[in-house]
Structures are given as structure tokens and as C-alpha cells.
């Protein structure tokens, strides 16, 4: 069975495009945004790249750690993030597992055989502080990754554990938040002194500045 959410991401040392890690004692204290692509020197994983590149000043507002994998060594992921940084515009600094014997690529379960018995799936896993992983997505090989959702959702699980609140569908920061079902109304009036707006007894939403 692969990793659920609430389980904690599995530990591993392993080679990187910035040398040796040991993956829990890099990530300690930070949020991590781990994710796997099929293979260097492929367009969609180019773009994906690229992406998480340009993105570095929004993942580091939020203290998230981008950490990508691949099965290819070291040197080829060198040798790529030339091409990634020549057609994307970019100066690719966060590193990229080198997971050639596919070590940690079975650890979390991101070999799919449907889609090839070799080469990673596109994989997501958002991992908290504690090492606990908070969300999983899989997108198969053909189709990239949307970036405003994972930006999206780390701002929501950031939101939601500050807050003790959910979020609404499709929500953004500054939009109306859950007040949750565990919560009863008479904590809620202390949680919340500002009020909410209750549609339903089980659909309540208030507003935090
Ligand atoms: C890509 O990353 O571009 C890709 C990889 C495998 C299949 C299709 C696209």
C-alpha cells in the first residue's frame, strides 16, 4: 500500500544535485514540497522544472523546501538543468534526487507499472515540519502540473493548522474560512468573537484578518 496522508514521509540518504542528504535531518523544520517526474531531458518535466525554479521566492515565503526526483544520476540531472535554465529562463538552485536504482522511488511508492515499470509517475507529496505528510497528488506522465494548486493548497493546510478552520472549495488567502463541525458553537464564540454566518448548522463561515 503507498504513503497516506498523516503518515510520516518515509527517511532516506541519498545523492542530490547538492551533494549527500539525509532527508530528514535537510528538511527539519521546514515544509517540503517533494515530487517526482519520469525523466531528465523530457519537455513536460522541463517545464515543471522550470516552474518550481521560477517559483523559488513563493515557496521560500511559505518556508516550503522544493525537493524533485528523478531515475537518472546526478550528471544527467546536471546536465539538464542547463537545458531547464536556457529554456525556461531560470537559475534552478533547489536540489534534485538522484535515484538511479529507483531506492526511493519504491519507498513512496511513485512507480506506477501502469505507466512504465522504470520511470517515475508525477508524484506530489506536501510534508509538514514534523515530517507528516499532508497531502499526496498523482499526475500521470503526459500532463504537467498545475503550480497556483500547490501553491494554493500550502497555503490552505498553513491557513487551516494557524487557525484551527477549513477551507471552502477553491479558496484563496483573504476569502472566508469553515468554522469545523468538531467545534461547537459555544467554542466557536471564543474561538471566533468576530460571529459567522451559519447556512446550515454544519456550515458555518467566518471571516479571520
Ligand atoms: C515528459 O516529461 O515530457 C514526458 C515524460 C514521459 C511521457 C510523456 C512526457
Redesign the pocket.
Known amino acids: 500500500m503507498g504513503l497516506r496522508i498523516g503518515d510520516i514521509a518515509p527517511d532516506f540518504d541519498i545523492e542530490t544535485t547538492k551533494g549527500k542528504i539525509n532527508f530528514h535531518e535537510w528538511a527539519k523544520g521546514n515544509w517540503v514540497f517533494f515530487f517526482s ?3 531528465d531531458y ?5 517545464t515543471e522544472m522550470g516552474r518550481t525554479s521560477q517559483l523559488a521566492s513563493e515557496f521560500a515565503k511559505r518556508n516550503v523546501l522544493p525537493l524533485g526526483l528523478s531515475t537518472d544520476t546526478v550528471d544527467e540531472h546536471l546536465g539538464w538543468i542547463n537545458d531547464v535554465n536556457d529554456t525556461q529562463n531560470t537559475d534552478l538552485q533547489f536540489p534534485i534526487v538522484a535515484d538511479k536504482g529507483k531506492k526511493v522511488a519504491e519507498l513512496y511508492d511513485m512507480i506506477h507499472s501502469g505507466e512504465s515499470d522504470t ?1 517515475a509517475v508525477r508524484s506530489v507529496f506536501i510534508i509538514d515540519p514534523n515530517h507528516k505528510i499532508r497531502l499526496t497528488m498523482t499526475y500521470p ?2 500532463v504537467g502540473r498545475n503550480f497556483d494548486e500547490i501553491l494554493r493548497v500550502i497555503d490552505a493546510l498553513q491557513f487551516s493548522d494557524k487557525h484551527n478552520v477549513a477551507c471552502p472549495a477553491d479558496w484563496r488567502p483573504g476569502e472566508k474560512v469553515i468554522i469545523k463541525p468538531t467545534v461547537s458553537n459555544e467554542e466557536a464564540e471564543k474561538l471566533f468573537p468576530q460571529g459567522w454566518d451559519e447556512l446550515r448548522p454544519y456550515l458555518r463561515f467566518t471571516e479571520i484578518k
Open positions: 517526474h519520469p525523466a523530457t519537455p513536460v518535466c522541463t520511470a506522465m503526459a
